[in-house]
Structures are given as C-alpha cells and as structure tokens.
C-alpha cells in the first residue's frame, strides 16, 4: 500500500489517496485543515503530516 498526501489549500483539507495497484486509486481519508493553511511537511520517520 502506497499513500500520497494533497494539501488543498482553497478547500482547507487534507486529502490522503490510497494507491491500489498502478492505474487505480482510492481517497482513503479527507481531513479538515487550518484557515488559510497552504503547506504541508511530511515526517517521514515519525509518519506525520504536518
């Protein structure tokens, strides 16, 4: 399983997409994020997104 994030700044979410196989994906989870949040950084070591 491969996860990629998105940081949709004009919808404030967070979007994790769930990779099924090369041609097919799946959103896995939509998380709400802070007013005017734009950026996003990935902890890869700890699994965070911040």
Known sequence: MKLAPS?????????IVDEDDADHYTVA??????????TMALDEQQHRIY
Request: aromatic fraction near 0%.
């Open 7 to 15: 940081s949709n700044g004009a919808d404030r979410t967070l979007t």
């Open 29 to 38: 989870q939509n998380m709400p994020t802070q007013e005017g949040a734009k």
